[in-house]
């Protein structure tokens, strides 16, 4: 008999494409556990369960969710005696026995190929979380021959513990009432927000300033 034990905490009540990629991978392997095969998820209280689920608070702040995948995740893994955890999002528990298998999932390492579109907070936790975590690991599971290529080239990785698992429709489709306007995106998003800084530091090349008396050579960027 073995104990699955599945980071679940971004299984939310919001349509994110992490918490659709855990609701419709676990929707379709529950039905086919036998009775000598125990999943059990773990995850923050008040979120959508999908099976057997053990709950625990998010400390307060910033550091809630890395001391809950890295820490909290580990000691549960104990608690339930698991024989495999699957870290669903980049991060695996780091205080666990040496004797339980590891299994991560990596969505992209866009954060590793384009630092300078994301806060510096959650490129170097990333980038370090998840160098740890697939060097640990004993698969990875990558949803495109594209990411694959990437772990085994920026991590080292020997290909054959690399599998990947494309990524499907849902079974039921979203609404269109469910998705957010592309202004809203746009506004939102860290790398409009970083190449609108890069571009209020440098001078002004692609657009001219609206004092036309203004020397060209002392023109900067528009506000």
Known sequence: ??????????????????????????GALLPLTTEKEKVTFFQPPHQPELGVTKTAALWP????????????????????QATIVHGTSYVLPTLVNPHVRLA??????????????????FQEYFSRTTAHSVKRADVIFAISEHTKRDIVEIYHIPEERV?????????????RSTFRPWSAFRARS???????????????????????????GTRTCCP
Do not use: W
């Open 1 to 26: 008999m073995f104990t699955l034990l599945v980071n679940s905490r971004l299984n939310q009540h919001k349509a994110t494409g992490i918490s659709v990629y855990i609701r419709e991978l676990y």
């Open 61 to 80: 702040g910033p550091l809630g969710a890395p001391v809950f995948d890295m820490f909290q995740t580990g000691f549960q893994v104990a608690a339930e």
């Open 104 to 121: 991560v999932s990596v969505h992209d390492l866009h954060f590793v190929r384009e630092p300078e579109a994301y806060p510096r907070h």
């Open 163 to 175: 599998v990947v698992t494309p990524l499907a429709a849902a079974r039921r489709l979203p609404s």
């Open 190 to 216: 860290p790398c409009n927000r970083a190449t609108r800084r890069r571009r209020r530091s440098a001078r002004c090349s692609d657009r001219q300033c609206s004092d036309p008396t203004t020397p060209r």
